[in-house]
């Protein structure tokens, strides 16, 4: 049951600094716990995250084992055309998750 | 010889001085404080923004769950409930509430697993499986600023008062009872973290130490745990009896679920 929260705002004026936060439903098991037996419990990660708007890549990151679960990534832009942003998650075990927020430049 | 008295003389000043501030002074109503309010800046910044409170993608997959079909009848919570909005606006600021048919209180995950076997028969869900604390989440989170009114039920008086008793009552190999931090010392910093009051306005909530939402339950047996007592088991009645005191002593305050903590 994998799901995103993304904030984008709907409207913002040509050339404004925007903030857009991303929260995706992950456990980001780090693959360095055990179980009560000893048993090593694989690495269950996000290992990538994308955002392009309108087809252009604007943001990526890498992320890495000693990263909370549900991770939580923001970053800025700035609002040149209307559009969309696409969002996308790439993880362990074949995790691949997508979203998309659409924005009104006036 | 002469000093031997004084010594014990002494030794009882000092017992009743450590035992006298620990007896139970409880909050006065207009001195309680969500447990919101002891958190750091940056912790209370995720709650207030529904986009950023990791406890929304459980609420996010109540919200689906509460439209499953499920169980031999294949019916969804909304096939009876409708519209939760509506129908469940308000329930979760009343429990635990007392059941009928099995004669004592239940709490919201006791409620909606007595639901999917009598109304639905399905399977009950794990106790802190993430099917049940997104279900109760997203129950819970319909009462979101709606004022607590659980023990309004004269039947659960009885309950409240068994909950009562294991609050005040020493346990552990710590010797602690739960009034002894958050009635008498809530003011107050233990290993750095804020003693709380103890006022369960934001269950299920999310924490930051589980990277998961948790419920009351997991709370109280963590702080059991932490006194070195054995924890009662997720469900037993002396823990529904603690959440219902808890409850009834958090009474007018608003429902903040999913509340994030650290």
Not at chain 1, 16 to 23: A, D, M
Not at chain 1, 31 to 52: H, K
Not at chain 1, 57 to 81: G, H, K, Q, S
Request: some cysteine; proline content about 6%; charged content about 20%.
């Amino acid at each position: 049951m994998a799901s995103a929260l993304i904030n984008v705002p709907a409207k913002a004026k040509r050339g404004e600094i925007i903030e857009i936060k991303t929260l995706m439903s992950h456990i980001m098991e780090t693959g360095y716990r055990r179980t009560a037996t000893g048993e090593l419990i694989p690495r269950n990660i996000i290992t990538s995250f994308s955002c392009r708007y309108n087809g252009a890549e604007i943001f990526r990151a890498d992320l890495f084992p000693a990263i909370a679960a549900n991770p939580f990534i923001t970053f800025f832009t700035v609002a040149t055309e209307s559009g969309k942003f696409d969002f996308d998650w790439i993880g362990d075990n074949g995790f691949a998750e997508s979203a998309s927020a659409l924005i009104t430049v006036e | 010889m002469k000093s031997i008295p004084a010594i014990i003389g002494a030794a009882l000043l000092v017992t009743a001085g450590i035992v006298a501030p620990l007896l139970a002074t409880e909050i006065p109503q207009g001195a309680r404080r969500s447990g919101y309010s002891f958190t750091a800046p940056e912790t209370q910044a995720i709650q207030n923004d529904d986009t950023a409170n990791p406890g929304m993608l459980s609420v996010l997959d109540g919200a689906s769950l509460w439209k499953d079909k499920a169980g031999a009848l294949s019916k969804a919570c909304a096939d009876c409930h409708h519209d939760a909005g509506v129908s469940m606006r308000g329930v979760a600021a009343r429990y635990p509430a007392f059941d009928q048919a099995l004669g004592r209180p239940v709490n919201l995950e006791q409620r909606i697993n007595l639901c999917r076997v009598r109304n639905q028969q399905a399977t009950p869900l794990a106790y802190e499986s993430h099917e049940l604390l997104a279900l109760t989440a997203f129950v819970a989170e319909q009462s979101r600023g709606v004022a607590i009114e659980t023990g309004a039920d004269p039947q659960l008086e009885p309950f409240i008062t068994k909950g009562r008793d294991l609050f005040m009552h020493r346990q552990g190999q710590l010797n602690l009872g739960c009034t002894n931090c958050h009635d008498d010392n809530w003011d107050k910093h233990l290993a750095g973290s804020a003693i709380t009051q103890g006022q369960p306005t934001g269950y299920p909530l999310y924490r930051l130490e589980w990277q998961s939402l948790g419920s009351l339950e997991r709370r109280l047996r963590s702080c059991m745990a932490g006194v070195r007592a054995q924890p009662y088991d997720y469900g037993a009645p002396e823990l529904v009896e603690l959440e219902l005191y808890l409850m009834s002593r958090a009474r007018g305050m608003p429902i903040e679920t999913p509340a994030v903590r650290p």
